[in-house]
């Protein structure tokens, strides 16, 4: 629950991680069912921890899109509902733009303009982002994401679901370079991203078969490489841009390695990198009240004529 002057005023996460694990990613079906058990509790949840009674709702932000059909019906379908019976508006928020929004709720905010790097487990995108709502693609990947070659990856290396933090853990008892893995794309002389190939050149290194030192090198090594290529592109597209600010959202966007690189290249370069809060990198809640809230007071909220329920499970940011 986000206020606009008091800022977050509650916020909760009911994780699925354990209830997908033992299947090694999200089964959809369980997905939206685990949603329509836990989506009263917690929107009650909330209430408590902000002290607030439902009345004192103005508006309702929900995720419409992109995403699995029947979670996102899930959530519209609440929202849309709590919204008529207080007679609020419902605002329908594209789940990217809560990612890309979320390093403003930090306590240092970076100011627009600036480029955002988004990182997640189903997108690898670079933006400039002029104002809410004015997104600028300046490249994506053209096939895995980042988070999804860290997930493919970690499963190829024995390690359990989601991949993306074990990886990382598995590659700090590592040494990068020993083992040699592409940077894809990295020399291409556009902003665009490609890490299906990487994923298959650790295959090939897996299948040659390897030890626990082998293991961790490989993850130490994939990561520099997905780094190497996330920090070179966010680079060149600053330069593209003449700007001075990154900003990271996504999930990936919690990797150390990759913030230690950033951190030092912005450094060296007097510009600046700004990150979500740790707890509001992966998926919640709070990101899509926050650009909720600016929409409206941007003037900028769509409200659904007559409430009605309607998702869109794909759905390009930048056609806001
Ligand atoms: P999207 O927002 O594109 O629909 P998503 O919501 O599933 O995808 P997020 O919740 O933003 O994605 O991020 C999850 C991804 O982040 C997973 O792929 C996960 O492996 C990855 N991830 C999380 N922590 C780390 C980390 N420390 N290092 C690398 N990857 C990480
Ligand atoms: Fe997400």
Redesign the pocket.
Known sequence: MYHDQRGLVAHAVHSQIDLHQAYGGVVPELASRDHVRRIVPLYRQVLADAGIVAADIDAVAYTAG??LAGALLVGAAFAESVALALGRPAIPIH??EG?LLSPLLSADPPAYPFVALL?????TQLMRVSAVGEYEMLGETLDD????A??KT?KLLGLPY????A??ALAQQGTPGRVKLPRPMLNSGDLDFSFSGLKTAVLNAVNKGLDEAGRADLAAEFQEAVVDVLVGKSLAALRQTRLKQLVVA???G???R?RERLDLELAQRKGRVFYPELAL???NGAMIAFAGAQRLAAGLAHPADAHEIAVRPRWPLDTL
């Open positions: 992109p995403g789940h990217l990612h990182v997640s487990g189903g997108h994401a980042a988070g999804e860290f997930d970690a989601p991949g993306g933090p990886l990382a996504g999930g990936v919690a990797n150390r990759l990198c992966t998926d």
